[in-house]
C-alpha cells in the first residue's frame, strides 16, 4: 500500500524501576536525546512527534518533551492506547513516513509508574444513603468485587484460565515455569527493574493477586521511557554505511481492535485481535512465525504469556502448553520469548512498552545486546495488547549483509 | 415487608429471579448495557430476552488482592448460561482452587447486600454451585 520503507534509525530505554530523582519529562529526554543520538540525527532533523503518557493527565506530552528538548515547530500527535500506547506512536510516526509527508518521525512513550498499586478497579466508595442507579448498567452502588472483577490481575487470570478450560493442560504451576523463565532472562538485562532469578517455590509461595496470579507473576509497575526515530528508506540512502548498517527495518506496523465477538464485552478478548494482528503481521513482512529469531510479547500476567504463544501462532492452535513445556520459549529454545525479562521483570511503564520490546528486539538484531544476545538474530517480533483493546504487532528485521 | 430493588438493571427478582439481556434483533448479540445501537451489525433495534439460570463455569480467578473497601477473598468467573457469556461472583463455595472448578456446573442465586436510610433494600446475585 505505502510507497515508502519504514526504518528504525536510532532507538532506547532509560533503565526501568524507581526513579525517585527523575520526573516524567526528565525520563522522557533522556530516552529522546539517547534515540537521537543513536541515529546520528538531531532534533532538527525530525519532522513528526508522536508521543504517548498515560498517568500524567491532561498534559501534551510530545509538546513538553519539544519544550524540553527541541522545540522545532513540527506537527505533534498525543496518543492514548492504553498499554498499547507507545506502539501507536510508533505507527503514527510510521504511517506519516509511509505516506511520504515526513523522512524522519519521533515516538516516545514515558511513564512514571513505581508504587502505583493496583491499575483499574478503584476504591469502593461507601454505598449512598439511599440507592441511585448510576452507569450503563445502571448498578445502585460499587459492582468490583460485588459481579466479578475490574483489577487486571484478575481480568487477566480469567483469560488463562479460559484458555486452560478449552484445551486444558494450564494450571499454577506452568504459569509460575512462566514467570519463572521471565524472571531467569531479566538477571541478563541491566536495565530490568528487577534481575533477581526466582525458584517456582519462591513464585507460587509469593503473596497471591488473583489465583494463579501471584505477585511476582504480575507486571513490574515502574518508571522508564523509550523513544525511536524512524525514517524513510529514501532518505536512509542518503546517510552513512553506519547508519545505514544499524538501520532496522520495519517489516510490519499493525494495530488492530478488538472485533465484536460473544462475551467480548463480559471478558475482554484479547486473543482474536491478537490473532488478526499477528496474521497482518506476516503477510506484511512476508515471514512467518518459525522465521521469527526472537519474540518480546505482552507478559502483563504470567497467564497472559501462554495464550500469546498461541494467538501469535508461535505454536498449533490449542498448543501453548506443549509448546512452553517444550522449552521453546525460554532463550535458549527454538523462539525465545521475552529474553528482556518481559513485563514481569524488565517491568512495564505503560505508554512506554510498546517502544521498549521495539528497542529490545533491535538491540539483538543489531548484535548490540551483549551477554543476553541471541546470536545471529536477523528477524524478531514485538507485540503489545492495551484493554478495551487495541494490539500493536512490529516485525523488524536487520538491515545489515 | 421491605421494598427490595435490584443491584443491577439486567437483575429481575420476583418468585424466579433471572437475568436479562438486550438481544439485537437482526444479529442476536446479547448486552447487559444500555445500548445506543449493536457492536456486532451496527442495528439499533433490541429486544429483552430472558436468560437461562443455569451455567458453567468458564474461566475464574480467586481475587485475594483488591481495591480499599472491597472484601477479599471472592471468585470472579465467567458464566456460560446457554451460549450467554455472564460475568458473576461465584457464591456460597469456598474460594479455593480446590473447591472452584473449570466447568464445574452453577446456578444463579440472589441476596441483599443491604438497606438505604429509607429501608430500601438491595439484592445482588451470584451463581453458586449447582447440585
Not at chain 1, 497482518?280 to 518459525?290: K, M
Not at chain 2, 433471572?18 to 448486552?31: D, I, K, N, P, Q
Request: charged share 20%.
Amino acid at each position: 500500500m505505502g510507497s515508502e520503507d519504514v526504518y528504525i534509525l536510532g532507538t532506547r530505554t532509560t533503565k526501568f524501576g524507581k526513579h525517585k530523582e527523575h520526573d516524567t519529562l526528565d525520563l522522557a529526554t533522556e530516552a529522546t536525546l539517547a534515540a537521537l543520538a543513536d541515529g546520528g540525527v538531531t532534533m532538527k532533523d525530525m519532522n513528526i512527534i508522536a508521543a504517548g503518557n498515560l498517568m500524567g493527565g491532561a498534559m501534551a506530552i510530545a509538546q513538553a518533551i519539544q519544550k524540553a528538548c527541541g522545540q522545532t515547530g513540527i506537527p505533534a500527535y498525543n496518543v492514548s492506547n492504553a498499554c498499547a500506547t507507545g506502539a501507536t506512536a510508533l505507527r503514527v510516526a510510521g504511517m506519516s513516513i509511509k505516506a511520504g509527508e515526513s523522512d524522519f518521525g519521533l515516538a516516545v512513550g514515558v511513564e512514571k509508574l513505581a508504587g502505583a498499586g493496583l491499575l483499574a478497579g478503584g476504591s469502593r466508595k461507601q454505598d449512598g444513603k439511599s440507592w441511585e442507579r448510576t452507569g450503563r448498567y445502571g448498578a445502585v452502588a460499587g459492582v468490583d468485587g460485588r459481579i466479578g472483577t475490574d483489577i487486571m490481575p484478575g481480568v487477566f487470570a480469567q483469560i488463562g484460565m479460559e484458555y486452560g478450560h478449552k484445551y486444558g493442560g494450564a494450571n499454577f504451576e506452568l504459569f509460575a515455569e512462566i514467570s519463572r523463565k521471565n524472571h531467569s532472562h531479566s538477571t541478563l538485562n541491566p536495565l530490568a527493574a528487577y534481575s533477581k532469578e526466582m525458584t517456582l517455590e519462591e513464585i507460587m509461595g509469593d503473596v497471591m493477586i488473583a489465583y494463579p496470579n501471584t505477585r511476582p507473576m504480575c507486571s513490574a509497575n515502574c518508571d522508564g521511557a523509550a523513544a525511536a526515530v524512524l525514517v524513510s528508506g529514501t532518505k536512509l540512502k542518503t546517510l552513512s554505511q553506519e547508519q545505514q548498517r544499524r538501520a532496522i527495518k520495519v517489516s510490519a506496523s499493525i494495530l488492530t481492535s478488538d472485533p465484536y465477538e460473544e462475551a467480548c464485552q463480559v471478558l475482554p478478548n484479547v486473543n482474536t485481535l491478537t490473532r488478526v494482528a499477528a496474521k497482518q503481521a506476516y503477510e506484511q513482512a512476508g515471514v512467518g512465525p518459525e522465521d521469527l529469531d526472537l519474540v518480546e510479547l505482552h507478559d502483563c500476567f504470567a497467564t497472559a504469556e501462554l495464550v500469546h504463544y498461541d494467538n501469535l501462532m508461535l505454536c498449533e492452535e490449542g498448543g501453548a502448553v506443549d509448546f512452553f513445556k517444550s522449552g521453546a520459549s525460554w532463550r535458549t529454545g527454538s523462539t525465545p520469548v521475552n529474553v528482556s525479562g518481559g513485563l514481569q521483570s524488565k517491568g512495564h511503564p505503560i505508554a512506554a512498552t510498546g517502544i521498549a520490546n521495539v528497542w529490545e528486539v533491535c538491540h539483538h538484531l543489531r548484535g548490540e545486546a551483549g551477554p543476553r544476545q541471541i546470536e545471529g538474530a536477523r528477524v524478531g517480533l514485538a507485540h503489545v495488547i492495551g484493554l478495551a483493546s487495541a494490539c500493536g504487532v512490529h516485525i523488524l528485521e536487520s538491515n545489515s549483509a | 415487608m421491605s421494598e427490595q430493588i435490584p443491584f443491577i438493571n439486567y437483575l429481575v427478582l420476583g418468585d424466579e429471579p433471572h437475568l436479562v439481556a438486550s438481544e439485537c434483533t437482526a444479529c442476536g448479540a446479547r448486552f447487559f448495557d444500555r445500548r445506543n445501537a449493536c457492536a456486532g451489525c451496527s442495528g439499533t433495534d433490541f429486544k429483552s430476552v430472558d436468560i437461562p439460570t443455569q451455567g458453567e463455569v468458564r474461566a475464574f480467578t480467586i481475587v485475594a488482592f483488591a481495591a480499599p473497601g472491597i472484601e477479599v477473598p471472592f471468585v470472579s468467573a465467567i458464566v456460560d448460561c446457554g451460549g450467554t457469556s455472564v460475568r458473576t461472583n461465584i457464591v456460597n463455595v469456598e474460594p479455593s482452587p480446590d473447591h472452584v472448578k473449570l466447568g464445574m456446573p452453577v446456578k444463579l442465586t440472589t441476596f441483599p447486600i443491604g438497606k438505604d436510610d429509607e429501608g430500601v433494600e438491595a439484592i445482588n446475585f451470584g451463581f453458586e454451585p449447582a447440585a
